[in-house]
Nanobody, 118 residues
C-alpha cells in the first residue's frame, strides 16, 4: 500500500482559509502521476464523503457543498496533493483524508483534523 501523509489541518475561523497537503514520499514520480487523487472528509458518526477529486489528466469534481470555495491541485514532481479551503464554514469541520487511487488499489492517509471557530 502506498504511504500517504496528510498535513495542514488545524483550527481556522469561519470565513478563513486553510491549505491541506498530502504527500506520497515513498512513491516514485512516474507512479504518482497516474494516480487519481482525492480528498474525503468524515464527520463524527458518519461515513467518509468525497470532497474533491482530480484525475491523472487533471479533471476535477467537487461536492456541491464546497464548490466555489475549495480547490484541489497536485504537483506530480513533488508527489503532493493539495486542498485549498477558502471561506471555511463551521460545517466544514471534520477529519480530512487524502486518497490515492491507481485504478486497482486505494491508499489512505491517517487523516488531518480541521476545526472551525465561529
Amino acid at each position: 500500500q502506498t504511504l500517504v501523509v496528510e498535513s495542514g489541518g488545524g483550527s481556522v475561523q469561519a470565513g478563513g482559509s486553510l491549505r491541506l497537503s498530502c504527500a506520497a514520499p515513498r512513491t516514485i514520480f512516474s507512479v504518482f502521476s497516474v494516480f487519481d487523487v482525492a480528498w474525503f472528509r468524515q464527520f463524527p458518526g458518519k461515513q467518509r464523503e468525497l470532497v474533491a477529486r482530480m484525475t491523472s489528466d487533471g479533471n476535477t469534481n467537487y461536492a456541491d457543498s464546497v464548490k466555489g470555495r475549495f480547490a484541489i491541485s497536485r504537483d506530480n514532481s513533488k508527489k503532493k496533493v493539495f486542498l485549498q479551503m477558502n471561506n471555511v464554514k463551521p460545517e466544514d469541520a471534520a477529519v480530512y483524508y487524502c486518497n490515492l487511487d491507481d485504478g486497482g488499489r486505494q491508499s489512505w492517509g491517517q487523516g488531518t483534523r480541521v476545526t472551525v471557530s465561529s
